[in-house]
């Protein structure tokens, strides 16, 4: 390979296809012992700057093509934060006897070719999708199937959507889907037409959701040999077939797309480790329904341009200590729960640790002792299932295994009679159970890994198996005595303890000695020695006689490695038995833990949550005393500051929030529909005491953004989100607006706020909260008895216009706020004077102008009504004196204006009638 690859990586980019711009293509090199990578294009290698090295400045160029280098330590970040954060694919090629060639491809939920290098950074388990439609009678029919290929479990569902989508964007985000395969489109047809209609906005909710699309022809759609397929996945005959699997094959629409997604993720050849797939039918019904808009409300998730973890509702409650636990965290969070009896059940387990009389005690030692030592055992699952286990990975395990014991007695702490039925059955007989279970796995590892050795950092087999073995352990022993001793007479020749001198194995160097770069300088005293290296930690070097016996023990290491691979393949696949055992383990550990972080963040709040009283669904109210935004009072520095909120039904479904900017109206309205969803989700709440009714969905409509990209405005964006709301809220679901209309113009935007606003009170009749500008809009409490009005507080010196200062004082109460003090605002962030000055003068003229246009308006009104009575009366004196028979139209006329000027003199809307005639 020649110094710069460039010129043979560009020419060989200029006879592929072009890509599209969800797609980077990275090109690997081997340097020596080593391998970096590369990308070339304007936006591959923007894109790699900006994410991987944070500055444009490392951009190079080849003649005009721009590229990028990466080495091989951040690489994995790389490849981890576009498959997972940015929903990307990646194409890798590297460059072999003839030429460069594709030799991997990535996509976020096909991680096959990279597993190795994301699979245990994931936050959560990438979870691919294939979608079908088909339209009946008008019906939009949706059919989707899901895997899971780290936990091995393939969904089916099928369902009937509106024009909208909304079913199936809350199914995408349920499961945290993170791409999804479509048919290609076509347009032969009027039919294949209105689907491929209806297929681009699937896309737009696609990517709304932040989900990859992957297009594939429409043959690999077919259900023809589908159901032996999925047999031959669940390792199941005729004779095993359950009805879950009787209720699947009946979806011929879901059934197509598992076709799709067995031919895309080649499961088949997959299934020849052995290891079963399970079969599962998801149930809209069973979670509230979320859409991407609400969890940008909510900031459910982390924003992906960083910040503090406490900002988003995952960060603040993911205290877990396990992989498994966050991971299932992320899951519930997106999968509240509508079962009243799980939802208490889930309290319950909490509140145990909280205030039982032995919760404390069992929750520090969950968390401080016990949860930190279980590794993440569903990647390990993985690497069994493949047979790319090592005897690191079966020791780990096992180092698990031993410690359930203490799980189980930590469980049985709980004597507290209120709360040890219900660890007792989620956790402590469930554990000890599976202890049971791997009695055999611990004596395999007990007689087969030597695990003196595990003190050193080093995975071996027993050397009592093998003879061979049991000579090269002696030899090895032999030498590290040996090196012991060169050590001891090093430390009294340098004059140095074993706290200064040090005897470490290195990788490049085998075993050496280290000093600090200070005490290095005495080696120039003394002969014998051979620097190595300067590094930050301090200058490694050695003598002969170490040199010598390391090279030994490297080469008895070597040889010990090559004699055991066989038994070590033996162990692996042994200890891969037991993974349906360990995935049971890992489901009640990740279980145990994410109790454990909800009963941690709700008794070491700034303010302790309390246990919310939840109301069977389609019954009771929602009423929170002092309320807070979890969020916001975990910050810093932040004196959060709690307000009541009463949803009555009937007396206050609909509550309108005024007042001015920056007061807190958003973060009010926010609040609710957080502690909603954790309540649903089975954690405490925020409050000092709650009562909530369950809501099936949370719908929010907050924010003004452009989609530029996508070309939608501001306005568009926002009439998509409200007209989602309109069509997929039902009389459980809690409706979330925060300023609806101000992308268009004032009367536009009011016009629709109140159309919508008296849609929801009157056609859906859920409970809504509506933070608005439109100070008009408060009188539609003055038509409906459910609708009320509340108001943040402000605390106003002066005469209370805008030249007067505010404090804002963060309470809300009832009645209307009338002003929104935006000038104000402005000063607070130090707007120019002049600009205040001229701000302050133009809305004291539109003040008077509306006033004066108001008046004008006033007296053509009461112009109308007088005039309207007068010409009434005069009109029937007329008819009453008129006879069309012997008298012309011409003189009708002449003689109702006469009657008009004599009788009516004073009124410009008569005058106007009569100008008329």
């Known amino acids: 390979m020649s110094s710069d690859p460039s010129q043979s990586i560009t020419r060989f980019i200029s006879g592929l296809p072009s890509k599209d711009r969800q797609t980077i293509r990275v090109f690997e090199l081997q340097n020596d012992n080593s391998k970096s990578y590369r990308v070339y294009g304007d936006d591959d290698a923007t894109y790699v700057a900006q994410a991987v090295h944070k500055t444009t400045s490392v951009i190079k160029y080849f003649k005009d093509t721009p590229w990028c280098a990466m080495n ?153 040999t589908v159901e032996q397929d999925i047999k031959r996945l669940l390792g199941v005959d005729e004779s095993e077939i359950d009805t879950t699997l009787v209720n699947a094959l009946t979806q011929k629409l879901a059934l197509s797309c598992s076709a799709a997604l067995i031919s895309y993720l080649d499961l088949l050849s997959r299934a020849s480790d052995g290891a079963k797939f399970r079969l599962v039918q998801h149930d809209l019904s069973q979670y509230m329904r979320l859409d991407a808009s609400a969890l940008k409300a909510l900031n459910l998730l982390p924003d992906l341009r960083g910040g503090s973890k406490s900002m988003s509702l995952l960060g603040l409650l993911n205290k877990c200590k396990s992989a498994a636990g966050s991971r299932l965290l992320e899951q519930w969070l997106k999968q509240p729960l509508m079962d009243i009896g799980r939802i208490e059940e889930r309290h319950h387990l909490v509140e145990g640790l909280i205030e039982g009389s032995d919760g404390p005690m069992l929750r520090q030692t969950l968390q401080d002792e016990l949860l930190k030592v279980v590794p993440d055992i569903n990647r390990l699952v993985r690497k069994l299932q493949k047979r790319a286990a090592k005897l690191e990975d079966v020791v780990r395990i096992y180092q698990l295994v031993i410690r359930l014991p203490d799980f189980v007695a930590a469980l049985e702490m709980m004597q507290d009679d209120k709360y040890k039925e219900a660890f007792e059955n989620n956790y402590a007989s469930k554990l000890r159970e599976l202890s049971g279970q791997f009695a055999n796995y611990k004596n395999l590892v007990e007689y087969a890994v030597d695990l003196n050795a595990i003190d050193n950092h080093e995975f071996r087999v027993r050397p009592d198996v093998n003879d061979e073995l049991r000579e090269l352990r002696d030899t090895m022993n032999q030498l590290r005595g040996e090196m012991d001793d060169i050590y001891q007479e090093t430390q009294d020749k340098l004059g140095m303890d074993h706290k200064k001198l040090k005897l470490e194995e290195q990788k490049v160097y085998g075993w050496c000695f280290r000093l600090t770069r200070n005490d290095a300088k005495c080696l120039k005293d003394h002969s014998g020695f051979q620097e190595l290296s300067t590094q930050k930690g301090g200058v490694l070097f050695t003598s002969s006689a170490l040199r010598a016996a390391s090279k030994g023990y490297s080469q008895c290491s070597s040889d010990y490695d090559m004699k055991q691979s066989m038994m070590v393949s033996e162990v692996v696949a042994t200890a891969a038995g037991y993974c349906p055992v360990l995935e049971e383990l890992s489901t009640v550990l990740a279980h145990l833990d994410v109790i454990v972080s909800f009963a941690h963040v709700s008794a070491f709040s700034p303010t302790p949550y309390v246990r919310p009283k939840m109301h069977p669904r389609h019954t009771g109210n929602t009423v929170l005393k002092e309320a807070r935004h979890p969020c916001m009072e975990a910050q810093d520095e932040v004196n959060f500051i709690p307000n009541d909120v009463e949803l009555v039904r009937d007396e206050s479904d609909f509550l309108i ?43 929010a409509r907050v924010g003004a953004g452009d989609s530029q990209l996508k070309g939608l405005s501001t306005f568009m964006s926002e009439m998509i989100e409200t007209a989602t709301i309109l069509k997929t809220a039902t009389r459980e679901s809690l409706i979330i607006i925060d300023e609806l209309g101000r992308g268009t113009s004032t009367y536009d935007g009011f016009g629709l706020a109140w159309a919508i606003s008296e849609h929801i009170v009157t056609k859906i009749g859920c409970f809504a909260l509506f933070a608005t500008h439109f100070h008009e809009l408060t009188s539609l409490a003055e038509s409906y008895k459910n609708v009320c009005n509340l108001h943040v507080v402000a605390h106003v010196s002066g005469s209370g216009d805008s030249s007067s200062d505010i404090a804002l004082l963060y309470k809300v109460e009832r009645g209307i706020g009338d002003q929104s003090f935006g000038i104000n605002v402005a000063e607070v962030v130090q707007f120019p004077a002049k600009v205040i000055a001229m701000a302050k003068r133009k809305a004291s003229e539109l003040e008077d102008y509306t006033e004066c246009d108001e008046a004008v308006k006033k007296t053509k009104l009461e112009d109308m009504r007088t005039g309207s009575e007068l010409l009434r009366g005069v009109l029937k004196t007329w008819a009453s004196e008129t006879d069309l028979t012997k008298q012309s139209a011409e003189e009708a006329i002449e003689k109702l204006r006469g009657m008009i000027t004599i009788n009516i003199k004073e009124s410009p809307f008569v005058q106007s009638i009569i100008g008329s005639l």
């Open 72 to 224: 091989g330590s951040v690489f994995g970040t790389f490849v981890n934060d576009a498959l997972s954060n940015r929903a990307l694919k990646l194409e890798i090629y590297s460059n072999g006897r003839s030429g460069w060639q594709l030799t991997r491809t990535a996509s976020p939920g096909n991680l096959a070719d990279v597993e190795d290098i994301v699979i245990g950074a994931m936050s959560q388990n990438p979870v691919i999708m294939a979608v079908k439609l088909e339209t009946k009678g008008g019906q939009r029919h949706v059919g989707a199937c899901f895997v899971d290929i780290n936990t091995r479990v393939m969904g089916l569902s099928q369902f009937e959507d509106n024009e909208l989508f909304s079913n199936l964007e809350s199914l995408a985000i349920q499961l945290s889907v993170k791409e999804c395969i479509v048919v290609q489109g076509r347009i032969d047809s009027i039919d294949a037409r209105k689907t491929d209609f209806d297929m681009a906005k699937v896309q737009d909710v696609l990517t709304r959701c932040n989900v990859a699309i992957t297009e594939r022809k429409g043959s690999e759609f077919s259900s023809d």
């Open 657 to 699: 929030i005024t007042g001015p900017n920056m007061g807190g109206k958003s973060t009010y309205i926010r609040q609710i529909g957080v502690i909603a969803l954790m309540a649903q989700t089975g954690c405490f709440v925020p409050c000092d005491e709650a009562e909530l009714t369950i809501f099936d969905s949370i719908l």
